[in-house]
């Protein structure tokens, strides 16, 4: 694969989001259906190897490419930049600690725009405490274990090539809270998927449910050694997760934002002729939606950037910066919706749309409440996963 530098990637990233994804973004939420087509221009592109290392042939990016990618994603589709951002989360978890028949079978398939892949943590019994997995992992034998459990709200569900999935330790002398990562073929025998997605928002996400029957796992498809979850956790799972999300949130802001500044340019009352625009109190409202979607994003590129850097103390910034941009994604679409007026209010409109996928961004785990709780802790010299 030619090498390319961000710039590059965001100009490619961006001419993607102009040309195929804007066009259906509208169809893809109002038919729930799986932007296949986006995310298969974006692979074709050469970006489906964004974050795995250069070593393994990726364009060995990090995660304020990541964030920046997802935002651009999101500026025109949610749904879209959340399946592209799970698939790169799934990429930097399978890209950690790869061996040189995993980097054959699925970092080569990635970079080169072939394969899928995508990120299974949460499950209905534990919910947004993800951390926490259910799904048993039993060694059969030397070389074979097999998988039972459920995950639920799969992104990607039923369409990715392998799904990455986290399951209690084999060993049973593991100790308590000690799991492992594995990864999944698609079509493995045993994977039985539930009913298709229909979310309020992120409509074309394929956020499914799929119960594990016994599935066969070689050995050659544990990833790292078992019991590394807790690493795999927190130094690739959380800091990939939180850029794909904050910068696919405040793509949807920023949306909000553009298309709420269209209109009140545009909106001209009659018997005064000015615009909405001209009104002072709503100049005043906008210039502070401006602010918060500007200190979110200076938030949210310094998290990566420290994070790119290696800082040691970075989790704050990562963990605040997708609490942030909830607050922040929530609010300014429910504001711009409230200064477009009632025609925003029409069924199919583009701000309507951004307040209901942005509202997925409490719910998904790490939750807003539990990011706040990991801040606070992180300051305070606490443990992380206390009660
Ligand atoms: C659109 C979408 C896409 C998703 N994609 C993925 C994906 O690709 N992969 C994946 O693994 N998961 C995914 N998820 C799942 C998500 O990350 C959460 O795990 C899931 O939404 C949690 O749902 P729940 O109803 O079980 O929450 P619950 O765990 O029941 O939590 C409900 C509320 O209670 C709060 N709460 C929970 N425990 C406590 C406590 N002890 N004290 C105080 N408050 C608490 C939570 O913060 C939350 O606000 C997705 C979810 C959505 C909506």
Redesign the pocket.
């Known amino acids: 694969m030619p090498l390319l530098d961000l710039s590059e990637i965001l100009r490619r990233t961006e001419e993607i989001a102009r040309e195929v994804v804007a066009p259906s973004a509208e169809a893809v939420d109002r038919e729930g259906r799986w932007p296949e087509a986006n995310l298969r221009a974006l692979q074709q592109a050469g970006l489906g190897g964004l974050v795995i290392p250069r070593e393994s042939g990726g364009l060995g990016q990090g995660l304020f490419a990541l964030a920046r990618v997802c935002e651009t994603l999101g500026r025109v589709c949610g749904s879209t930049a959340?399946c592209f951002g799970?698939h790169h989360v799934g990429s930097a978890v399978l890209a950690a600690k790869a061996t040189a028949d995993q980097k054959e079978r699925y970092l080569i398939p990635i970079n080169e725009g072939r394969h899928l892949t995508?990120?299974?943590?949460?499950e209905?019994g534990?919910?947004?405490?993800?951390y926490i997995p259910q799904t048993r992992l039993a060694e059969i034998s030397s070389d074979l274990f097999q998988v039972s459990g459920v995950?639920?709200?799969?992104?990607?569900?039923g369409h990715a090539d392998s799904y990455v999935i986290s399951t209690v330790a084999a060993s049973p002398n593991a100790p308590p809270g000690q799991f492992s990562c594995v990864v999944l073929p698609g079509q493995a025998p045993g994977m039985i998927w539930q009913e298709s997605?229909k979310?309020v928002?992120?409509r074309g996400?394929a956020?499914r449910t799929v119960e594990m029957k016994n599935v066969e796992v070689p050995r050659r498809d544990l990833l790292g050694n078992e019991g590394e979850e807790i690493w795999y956790l927190f130094t690739v799972i959380a800091p990939h997760f939180l850029m794909a999300m904050a910068g696919t949130y405040i793509g949807i802001a920023a949306a909000a934002l553009e298309e709420i500044k269209a209109h009140l340019t545009r909106r001209r009352q009659a018997h005064s002729g000015a615009t909405l625009g001209q009104q002072t109190l709503i100049q005043h409202r906008f210039g502070a939606l401006w602010a918060e979607v500007e200190r979110t994003r200076r938030l949210i590129y310094h998290a990566a950037s420290q994070g790119d850097a290696g800082s040691a103390d970075v989790l704050p910034a990562l963990c605040s910066a997708k609490a942030e941009v909830a607050d922040c994604a929530v609010h300014v679409a429910n504001e711009a919706m409230t200064l477009a007026g009632g025609i925003a209010y029409r069924e199919g409109s583009i701000l309507q749309r951004c307040l209901r996928d942005a509202r997925?961004a409490?719910?998904?785990?790490?939750?807003?409440?539990?990011l706040r709780i990991w801040v606070g802790r992180a300051l305070l010299g606490q443990p992380l996963l206390g009660?």
């Open positions: 959340m799970m995508t990120l299974a943590l949460s209905p534990t919910g947004s405490q993800f995950k639920s709200f799969v992104t990607n569900g997605w979310g928002g992120m996400n956020s997925a409490h719910v998904m785990a790490p939750t807003t409440d539990n009660d």
